[in-house]
C-alpha cells in the first residue's frame, strides 16, 4: 500500500511517497523546485507496476518536509537525500526534474556506491546555467511569492494564479490547482539562497 512517511534527516523532517514492495530495487524520486513528489504521481503507479520500489520525497521547505528557512541550498538538499540514500537497503536508482536533477547528481557524487543509475530532465548542468535560470526566473518568484502572501487560503492562491496565468495557452486548470497547492505549502525563504 503506498503511505506517506517521514525521515528524520539531520536538519528537517523530508516527507516522502513510499510505494512498492521491499524487495523491489529503489527508485528515488525528486522534484523540481518549488514543488512537491507529486508531481510524478501520473508515473508512479506504471514504475510500481514494473518492480520499482519508490521513494517521492519532497524537499526541504516543500509539500510536507519540514521548514528550515533561509537554507534553501544545492548543498543542504543534497545533504538530505544523500543521508537518506545511504539509509535503503540497496543502490537506488534516481530520478530527479530540474533542482531535482541537480540534487541527483550531487547525490551520486556523495555517495556513488549507493546509486545504480541517473536520470535527469531538464536539469542545468553546469553552475553558469544554474545561475542564469535563477537570475531570469526572480520576477516570477517575486510573483508567485507575492500571490501567496497575498492570499488568504490555497482556493484563493489558485484563483490569483489562474488570472496571472490566464495569457500562457499551455497553463491548464489541472497545473494551476497542483502548483496552487505546491505554492502554498512551500516556505516563503525557499528562494532566498536559491
Known sequence: MPRERTFDAKAVKLNYLDYGSSSDPPLVMLHGGAWCW?????LIPSLGAQGWHIYALDLRGNGLSGWVPDTYCLQSFAADN??????LNAPAA????SIGGVIALMVAAQCPDKVRALIIEDSPLTLNNYRKIIDSSRDMFGLWLHLKKSAQSQHELSLALADAYKDYPGVTSAWILFFAGCLW???PTFFNTL
Open 38 to 42: 507529486q508531481e510524478y504521481l501520473s
Open 82 to 87: 544523500a543521508e537518506f540514500v545511504s539509509r
Open 94 to 97: 534516481l530520478v530527479g526534474h
Open 185 to 187: 505549502q512551500l516556505d
